[in-house]
T-cell receptor
Framework: AQSVTQLGSHVSVSEGALVLLRCNYS??????LFWYVQYPNQGLQLLLK??????LVKGINGFEAEFKKSETSFHLTKPSAHMSDAAEYFC????????????FGTGTRLLVSP | DTGVSQDPRHKITKRGQNVTFRCDPI?????LYWYRQTLGQGPEFLTY????????KSRLLSDRFSAERPKGSFSTLEIQRTEQGDSAMYLC??????????????FGPGTRLTVL
């Protein structure tokens, strides 16, 4: 079985500050990991993915995440927050072969203040 | 490549009515997924097609739910005798899997269902 835990349902930062959104996973098989972003009343947009190549993954809009097997973590970071980053962020895990349904965390809402 | 599209974007219905949603995947994507997202939660898997074959169904998918993907192109999700608990955002995603590589899913904008 696979699961994802996102610590903190809400994270508030000031514009220009570091963004850190936490994700810990559980998986009995080697995982693939994803971060998606969702703006209000919209679908999910892929930010980045880990598929067992480089452990530091760079995505769109300046986001990156590091896969740490020893810590079972895949935290999302961005050096400098923009107002436009305010949204809901979801971490998801799937297995690396066969049927690959995504198992999502409960999400973290990022609030960016001026 | 126009992305995944879903129709309608919003649906309001009365309890007991039937509703049908449509999803058009990215062309040539061979896998199609349906997820349901309730307020304040992450999406939950409902069902999955590879081409026209429905290969997996979640236990969340009660007998009132049925999904089809004729000819391996667009897909429909029907809910019969809707209940207030069916109110949610229904998301469709598609992907192309080849050579055992990662199955990156691209999501549509969703259909928000409200059951009164």
């Amino acid at each position: 079985a696979q699961s994802v835990t996102q610590l903190g349902s809400h994270v508030s930062v000031s514009e220009g500050a570091l963004v850190l959104l936490r994700c810990n996973y559980s998986s009995s098989v080697p995982p693939y990991l994803f971060w998606y972003v969702q703006y209000p009343n919209q679908g999910l947009q892929l930010l980045l993915k880990y598929t067992s190549a480089a452990t530091l993954v760079k995505g769109i809009n300046g986001f990156e995440a590091e896969f740490k097997k020893s810590e079972t973590s895949f935290h999302l970071t961005k050096p400098s927050a923009h107002m436009s980053d305010a949204a809901e962020y979801f971490c998801a895990v799937t297995r690396n072969t066969g049927f690959q349904k995504l198992v999502f965390g409960t999400g973290t809402r990022l609030l960016v203040s001026p | 490549d126009t992305g995944v599209s879903q129709d309608p974007r919003h649906k309001i219905t009365k309890r007991g009515q039937n509703v049908t949603f449509r999803c058009d995947p990215i062309s040539e994507h061979n896998r199609l997924y349906w997820y349901r997202q309730t307020l304040g939660q992450g999406p939950e898997f409902l069902t999955y097609f590879q081409n026209e074959a429905q290969l997996e169904k979640s236990r969340l998918l009660s007998d009132r739910f049925s999904a089809e993907r004729p000819k391996g192109s667009f897909s429909t999700l029907e809910i019969q005798r809707t209940e207030q608990g069916d109110s949610a955002m229904y998301l469709c995603a598609s992907s192309f899997l080849a050579g055992g590589l990662s199955d990156t899913q691209y999501f549509g904008p969703g259909t928000r269902l409200t059951v009164l």
